[in-house]
């Protein structure tokens, strides 16, 4: 081979190179962080009045608000559904659990190149009671499910998530730390892992123990030092000031992404993993409205879906699609590059697009598969869009008229629109049987 023909392809490979590391170190970072038991009618940004958010709202302001994002109404429904991208009639298998056979968005952000990191509540291992009730099933760690770093509570004991926490970490270990509060333990290890993979794309979930009860002071109470941890106090009335810790702490981890200059490449989501608690009432929008925690009206189901991109998302916008929680993995995996295939078998539909201005692929209808075995909770299923819900028990609601589902509509007297609607969600819940 002629020495300039060496030449050529040595410098072709050098190209080649960079460019494939200029790509790498393009792939947008993301924040996920998903709150412990919040509703949309908790923050300004969707007219909530109750609470004092201005980190959320400003984030809301500057990106973009999702207006119809829902939920299942409890927590590991939700999260084994966020995780894996598929409804639970295909893959939960007990509260507190998550099945060791389900890649979650852990496992591909891995395979994109990412650096992944979990901090907050895990709650997915299962302690004995919920083995039990699950057939003596267990769940998984952190480790096996895609994590390569961790910082968690309710890994394998229960303990503690807000004064003197216990808390796991991948280095120390199942530890109780006296004197600190569980939400600044998880906000400055998810700190400084940003600090120690800045040049790197990473992957921060963080499912938040706020604002879950207990409700318990906060470290802006003046009688947080003398508050016993161990006390049996479940106060709403602390409920407002845990909604303004919970903001700040997110304000501090995206003031951290401008701190290190990576905030222009960093997509940061905000959801709520179920409504909001039955104990506590919010005025939004001018009306009084109760959490419906567990339970599967609008106001069990209905969360807040913020998502920031500073020069990607346009500033002040609103977004009126449908989005339900088996959407977060597609999206993120096209975000990071990776390509959705057959093999993944999900049931979600990116909203990636929709981030960036292109709205010609959104959902006609959510579905929702709700069997939580916990609690007194009933099993359901049921099919719904913005105006319309069907239960597979047949009831069937207008939501714009109906929003507590107090009245269900006569099957007989249905206009030609709603009996098209009642067709069409029949269909969709024969197909998930």
């Known amino acids: 081979m002629k020495k300039s023909t060496k030449t050529y392809f040595i410098v072709l490979t050098i190209v080649m190179m960079t460019c494939m590391e200029v790509v790498s170190q393009e792939k947008p970072n993301v924040i996920l962080i998903m709150a412990d038991d919040l509703g949309y009618e908790t923050l300004g940004a969707y007219g909530g009045t109750s609470y004092l958010t201005p980190n959320l709202d400003r984030l809301a302001e500057q990106g973009m608000r999702f207006d119809h994002c829902f939920a299942t109404p409890l927590c590991t429904p939700s999260r084994v559904q966020i995780m894996t991208g598929k409804y639970n009639n295909r893959n939960y298998i007990g509260f507190g659990l998550l099945d060791p056979s389900e890649k979650t968005f852990g496992h591909y952000m891995q395979e994109a190149g990412y650096k992944t990191y979990i901090a907050g509540k895990w709650q997915l291992l299962g302690n004995q009671h919920q ?41 120390l270990g199942t530890q109780i730390l006296s004197g600190k509060y569980g939400p600044d333990v998880f906000m400055e290890n998810i700190t400084s892992f ?67 200059g990576i905030r222009e490449n960093t997509l940061i989501l905000f959801v709520g993993d179920n409504g909001t608690d039955r104990d506590v009432s919010s005025m939004v929008r001018g009306t009084l ?40 993995l597609p999206t993120l995996l096209e975000c990071s590059g990776l390509k959705e295939n057959k093999i993944m078998s999900l049931d979600g539909q990116s909203f990636y697009g929709q981030l960036l201005g292109n709205n010609s692929l959104a959902r006609d209808w959510i579905f929702c598969h709700y069997d939580p075995n916990w609690g007194n909770f009933k099993a359901n299923r049921y099919v719904q869009n913005k105006k319309w819900k069907l239960y597979e028990t047949g009831e069937f609601y207008n939501l714009e008229q109906d929003i507590l589902e107090q009245i269900p509509l006569q099957i007989a007297d249905l206009s030609e629109e709603s009996a098209t609607i009642l067709k069409q969600f029949r269909e969709v819940l024969s197909r998930y049987k």
């Open 131 to 171: 083995q039990k009730l699950a057939g003596n099933k267990i769940g998984t760690t952190p480790e096996k499910a895609g994590f390569d770093d961790y910082c968690l509570w309710q890994m394998d004991k229960l303990g503690s998530r807000y004064k003197d926490p216990t808390i796991s970490s991948k280095k």
């Open 289 to 328: 409205l109760k959490g419906n925690k567990g339970y599967t009206t609008d106001a069990g189901t209905h969360v807040p879906l913020i998502a920031n991109w500073k020069g990607k998302i346009d500033p002040k916008t609103v977004n009126d699609n449908l989005i339900d929680f088996t959407d977060f």
């Open 194 to 260: 940003m600090e120690e993979n800045r040049d790197s794309p990473f992957f921060i979930y963080y499912p938040m123990v706020l604002t879950h009860d207990p409700f318990v002071p906060t470290p802006i109470n003046k009688g947080f030092q003398d508050f016993d941890s161990k006390s049996k106090i479940n106060d709403p009335k602390y409920f407002g000031e845990m909604v303004s810790y919970m903001d700040m702490i997110v304000g501090r981890i995206v003031d951290k992404t401008d701190d290190l």
